[in-house]
């Protein structure tokens, strides 16, 4: 039975998949954000692209700085590379997980009094 005060949402069967689903993309932006972020310190402090760490970390970091790499140019030196693509990168994938996030939740039920009350609330 509904309720006055939009609680019944909460218990929507669509609420916890729906939860999982931004955890999810969270999960796997800071995941992604880790790698774009090593990316950039190792070559903002010069590391050594035959070492293995290195090398392992640009090897899975190539296919997402990629669409990125020839946007702005390299910034170097005396061996230190500023990578302003990686940054780049790091928003853009940051941007697009947010905007699947709200999508995500766009799909919760909402009760018919709390969609009233949002849209109250964006009208202002």
């Known amino acids: 039975m509904p ?16 939860y999982r689903g931004t955890q999810i993309v969270w999960y796997i932006l800071g995941l992604l954000e880790a790698v774009l972020a090593f990316r950039f ?29 020839n946007v702005f140019k ?15 990168a790091m928003l853009v994938y940051w941007l697009i997980a947010m905007g699947i996030a709200k999508l995500l939740v766009m799909g919760k039920t909402v009760s018919t009094p709390e969609a009233a009350v949002k849209l109250e609330n964006q009208d202002k």
């Open 74 to 88: 390299i910034t170097r030196v005396e061996g230190s590379i500023f990578e302003w693509t990686t940054v780049l």
């Open 41 to 69: 310190l190792l070559k903002l402090f010069g590391a050594n692209p035959a070492a293995g760490f290195t090398g392992f970390i640009y090897g899975i970091s190539q296919p997402f700085a990629a669409p990125f790499l």
């Open 3 to 18: 309720t006055s005060n939009g609680m019944d949402s909460y218990n929507s069967p669509s609420t916890k998949p729906l």
